[in-house]
């Protein structure tokens, strides 16, 4: 007998809060690399205003934004090297509300980058949560992470850990499905909003957000080595605090949906 053979549908109101997930979980286990020890990053995005990072060394970093206000702060980063060349640096700055959680994934191979900041907004007398992408380069390269439709059509099971298992379940370019098969949620299903980019061959960025849990989650997606590398910025309404879960997983793609082409007049 399997999980799903005692599972049953979950009603919302009947959901544990985000932060049920932080044991189960656990801490993440992939080595932080010092590889950007000593650099900088002056990134020119868009229509948004020009950035640098200092990476000061392998845990510490400075920021300025040159957007007239001069935005400037520090840090504590950690960043991992999903393949040789290939960084997803990841910092939490603020507090409490006004907390945000920064994703840079960085391919130094071809200079293309792309942030991800996720923070909170009031929606009435709800704290939700949104992420804002901006795509830069670094040292005058044209490469961009392209909207890419990779993962769609495939089921992917994950192992967050001894007791975290999940499936998700990819339905077109901007729409998942995720369903908790073992852990502090499972049970649990959703479809959900996300956002897939191109970073290199069968390596993805992906982006979800949950409808109802205050979630946002920012991860690399790595089919050949078949894991993923991320975390997931939240909102704990009970304890009214943030929650930031880095994490790793195992995957393995479990099948691929392919549809008849059926050309018959009905």
């Given at each position: ?26 801490d ?34 400075t ?11 520090a ?17 939490v ?7 945000e ?24 007398d709800?704290?939700?949560s ?53 852990g ?13 980019f191109?970073?290199g ?33 939240g ?18 793609v ?13």
């Open positions: 007998m399997t999980a799903t053979d005692i599972q049953d549908y979950v009603p919302e109101n009947e959901w544990p809060s985000v932060a049920t997930m932080l044991d189960g979980f656990g993440q286990t992939l080595p932080a690399s010092a590889a950007l020890s000593g650099t900088a990053l002056h990134l020119a995005q868009g229509n948004g205003p020009a950035i640098a990072y200092s990476f000061h060394d392998a845990q510490s970093l920021w300025t934004s040159a957007d007239g206000e001069e935005d400037q702060g840090a504590r980063y950690k960043a991992i090297e999903a393949r040789p060349g290939i960084f997803i640096v990841d910092f700055k603020g507090e409490d509300r006004r907390a959680n920064v994703t840079i994934i960085l391919d130094r191979n071809t200079g293309a980058v792309t942030t991800a900041v996720s923070s909170f907004i009031a929606e009435g709800k704290i939700r949104h992420t804002t992408f901006s795509q830069g380069n670094v040292e005058g390269s044209a490469a961009s992470h392209s909207r890419s439709s990779g993962l769609v059509g495939k089921r992917i099971y994950y192992r967050y850990s001894d007791v975290e298992t999940y499936e998700h379940i990819y339905l077109n370019a901007g729409t998942f499905t995720w369903h908790c098969l073992r502090g949620e499972a049970g649990l299903a959703d479809t959900d909003r996300c956002l897939t191109d970073v061959d069968d390596l993805y960025l992906f982006f979800w957000t949950e409808k109802v849990m205050t979630v946002e989650a920012v991860l690399l997606i790595d089919l050949r080595e078949q894991r993923s590398i991320g975390r997931m910025f909102w704990d309404e009970p304890a009214a605090e943030p929650v930031i879960l880095p994490f790793n997983s195992r995957l393995s479990l099948n691929m949906t392919e549809y008849p082409q059926d050309n018959r007049k009905h």
